[in-house]
């Protein structure tokens, strides 16, 4: 009998994260809370980075940290290098990330901020370092492990540049203003960090929620190319030249590379044999929904940029909002719900399957509380992005008060999981 | 799947551990694993009281794997006292669409 074996030392490091990644995620929401005039103005502003930086690192980065601890032996068929590595990377992320966005949120670019990102930047690279060498255990490679690899070596760079521009602040290292930057290390992060890593283990847990009979993974080459090229382009002639009207040109590879990727869900879709999409799947494919639309704002940033129109600044926020808020939480919030009940499940019933009638995954969390959730991550998309690009207080705080509840529903439905008392339903 | 020979007396016996493996379910789908196609063969070494599981995953990274795996053992051994049971898994023939059952089918909603 061999499979792969879920290493019981892994549950708590996985489950840790989670924790704190559903907390930040409240803290994050009452953040915005309290900055409703900053999302009003331009998005360089003390609260606008740190709740992003909240966004990226609390609850993206720190959610994507623990499931890849999970899921990258289960996408790379192989064990996880080392757990000792894992909590050592936790130890020096957590405290680097609060003390990054307490600085931010302050604003005292002095020795707190350089310390958390040091910290910080320690932390990715040792993620970094346990990833590589769990893949180079595996013999055979695939373009799940070139997307997985290359987006960890992007959050490498995305650091480095953000230590350097912390650094920045108070000692002249570049010789261009930080908004300069600011473009590269977010799209560092954004399209390489966070992209390439979504579609790297998307690639293989979509088909496999969904039962898909679609194998083929050409498009995903394509995709791979395609997006490494347009990131690559943009780095370099970002860092020359600016936006410039070649940056239409370049995000249209990109564009092409992310187009390559969506096809390949759509095939994965139609193929499925399961035909009833339950609401965590829902709520992942109305993800790349909000990626797409945060796509298509992309133009509008160039051109109004060009014509030197502060409306670019306008959708600049709404760019960012839809990507941090939307794309990402929105998926966030639908494959917590189909990855945490799994990893709790095998941990309580794996020794009992087969013997005794047992509770499935999904009757592991309430499914009352996650349509509360999604309808309120529905009510959020649908007033709080309007509401930054026609700079609407009413509409502000009522996308707010629904990412709260959204939040909340979240996190009660997470410790519910967690909390799950073994229950059996008589002998098999 | 297993095929029914009258002419082996064990038959009878491989028949009822095939119905009672539908008692193992697939934790994301909620379907058994037979209707599922999953279970190719079932042997039986009555004068060791070993019976030997020949069966495959949808996915090679099914992350359910081993308990799935660990399921169809306690599965047996319950039902089967004195009897001990092992489970091999085979990726040859490659599960897909087809091995699914017309019930099986039907619980997908296909």
């Known amino acids: ?428 | 799947m297993e095929n029914f020979d009258i002419t082996d007396h064990l038959s009878f016996m491989k028949v009822e551990i095939l119905e009672t493996l539908r008692l193992v379910m697939d934790p994301e789908l909620h379907i058994n694993i037979i209707d599922l196609g999953l279970v190719y063969s079932v042997k039986i070494d009555e004068p060791v009281k070993q019976i030997n599981i020949e069966m495959t995953l949808s996915s090679s990274y099914c992350p359910m794997g081993e308990s799935i795996l660990s399921a169809v053992k306690n599965c047996i051994e319950g039902h089967y006292t004195g009897f001990t049971a092992s489970v091999e898994l085979i990726w040859e023939p490659v599960w897909s669409y087809h091995s699914i059952t017309e019930e099986g089918k039907k619980l997908l909603g296909i």
């Open chain 1, 1 to 428: 009998m061999s499979s792969i074996k879920q290493k019981p030392g892994l549950y708590r490091i996985v489950v840790t994260h989670y924790i704190v990644a559903a907390l930040c995620f409240f803290i994050l929401a009452v953040m915005m809370l309290f900055s409703v005039q900053a999302f009003t103005g331009h998005y360089f502003h003390p609260q606008i980075l740190a709740i992003t930086h909240m966004a990226a690192l609390g609850w993206g980065t720190m959610i994507i940290f623990g499931a890849s601890y999970q899921l990258i032996p289960v996408v790379l068929e192989t064990e996880l290098y080392s757990e000792k590595l894992a909590w050592i990377s936790f130890s020096l992320f957590l405290p680097g990330m609060l003390a990054l966005v307490y600085s931010f949120w302050i604003f005292i670019p002095g020795i707190h901020m350089q310390c958390g990102a040091v910290l910080l930047l320690t932390a990715i690279i040792l993620f970094t370092l346990n990833v590589y060498l769990t893949a180079k255990k595996k013999k055979q490679q695939t373009i799940q492990e070139d997307f997985i690899f290359s987006a960890c070596l992007c959050l490498c760079f995305t650091a480095a540049l953000g230590t350097a521009l912390v650094f920045n602040f108070t000692t002249s290292i570049f010789e261009q203003d930080q908004l300069h930057f600011l473009k590269i290390h977010a799209h560092l992060g954004i399209a390489g960090w966070f992209l390439l890593m979504i579609i790297g283990v998307s690639s293989k847990l979509v088909p496999m929620f969904l039962v898909s009979s679609y194998q083929k993974t050409r498009l995903l080459s394509f995709s791979y190319y395609l997006i490494v090229t347009a990131l690559l382009l943009f780095l370099a002639d970002s860092y020359f030249s600016g936006l410039n009207y070649k940056t239409y040109f370049i995000a249209l590879i990109g564009v092409a590379g992310l187009a390559c990727y969506l096809l390949f869900i759509v095939k994965c879709f139609l193929s499925r044999m399961r035909k009833k999409v339950d609401l965590p799947m829902m709520s992942t494919f109305f993800s790349f929904i909000l990626l797409k639309v945060a796509i298509l704002a992309i133009p509008f940033i160039i051109y109004y940029h060009l014509k030197n129109n502060p409306v670019t600044i306008r959708y600049s926020l709404v760019y960012g909002v839809l990507l941090f808020l939307g794309w990402i939480t929105a998926l966030i919030l639908g494959q917590t719900f189909k990855t945490l009940p799994f990893i709790v499940w095998v941990k309580h019933y794996e020794h009992l399957t087969g013997k005794v009638k047992t509770p499935m995954p999904s009757d592991l969390f309430k499914n009352s509380l996650l349509k509360i959730q999604s309808a309120g991550f529905m009510i959020f998309c649908l007033t709080f992005i309007p509401g930054c690009f026609f700079i609407s207080q009413p509409l502000l705080y009522v996308g707010i008060g629904a990412l709260l509840v959204t939040a909340v529903m979240y996190l009660a439905n997470v410790f519910i999981i967690l909390f799950h008392k073994t229950k059996i339903y008589g002998k098999l």
